[in-house]
């Protein structure tokens, strides 16, 4: 894992933003398309404001959540709602956007669409996660109902979540496909955030999901 620390919290989303804006960039120049993965949640909005803007053929970015909250899409608590708000905007209005989410009644009558969007989307180029006090991070919440499986190797790409916390059912993308992609950045702020973390690194990924992707990942903090 690698740690870093910046003066605010402005100075980290800006120089953030950069980053993920020059890892695509790179990317771009050798494949065809790039898929990109992003958290839902109150912290990543001035990422996405500066992402949305950067100069890059976003005609072949693919954009998709971490995490979703089964909730319709105009919902205050939607993720696609803040990421069509924020991110799939301005410039980045191009890319196409591999929804996590289906109007149906329950993520599981939703299951199997999800899985055979997500999949042609693997491995992922790019993901950006959060994470709560709790140690959670996407929707792989300590105590939910099928943790367990989820973080299993042969887990399919995306399962539904319940418990642990979370206030509505969410799906979510799960262990096999978070660990595998080409460049992981976690973002997170404050004091409870950072101490949170350092716990993690001592515990199991079934006691604190976020330790199962932070062997390979840059965690991004400012108070
Ligand atoms: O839908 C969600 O809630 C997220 O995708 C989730 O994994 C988030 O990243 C963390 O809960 C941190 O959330 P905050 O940024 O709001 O603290």
Redesign the pocket.
């Known amino acids: 894992m690698e740690f870093v620390e910046y003066a605010d919290r402005e100075m980290m989303m800006v120089t953030l933003a950069d980053r993920l804006s020059s890892e695509l960039k790179s990317y771009l120049l050798h494949q065809d398309h790039a898929s990109l993965a992003v958290?839902?949640?109150?912290?990543?909005g001035p990422i996405f404001d500066t992402l949305s803007g950067a100069a890059l053929d976003w005609s072949r970015i693919h954009v998709m959540?971490?995490?979703?909250?089964w909730v319709p899409e105009d919902h205050e608590?939607s993720?696609t709602r803040l990421l069509r708000q924020r991110l799939l905007t301005g410039r980045a209005e191009e890319a196409q956007y591999v929804p996590l989410y289906e109007p149906t009644e329950t993520p599981e009558d939703a299951m199997e669409t999800l899985a055979a969007r997500i999949g042609p989307e693997l491995p992922l180029s790019l993901l950006l996660?959060?994470?709560?006090?709790d140690m959670?991070?996407?929707?792989?919440f300590p105590g939910a109902d099928r943790l367990d499986d989820a973080l299993r190797s042969d887990a399919p790409p995306v399962m539904a979540m319940r418990g642990g916390g979370?206030p509505e059912p969410?799906v979510?993308l799960t262990g096999p496909v978070l660990r595998g992609a080409m460049s992981t950045h976690v973002?997170?702020?404050g004091p409870s955030?950072r101490e949170a973390l350092e716990r993690a690194r001592h515990l199991k990924p079934s006691e604190a999901p976020v330790a199962a992707i932070l062997g390979d990942a840059t965690v991004h903090w400012a108070e």
């Open positions: 958290p839902g949640g109150t912290t990543p959540l971490t995490d979703e909250r608590r993720n996660l959060g994470m709560g006090d959670h991070t996407a929707s792989l979370a969410r979510t973002l997170i702020t955030k």
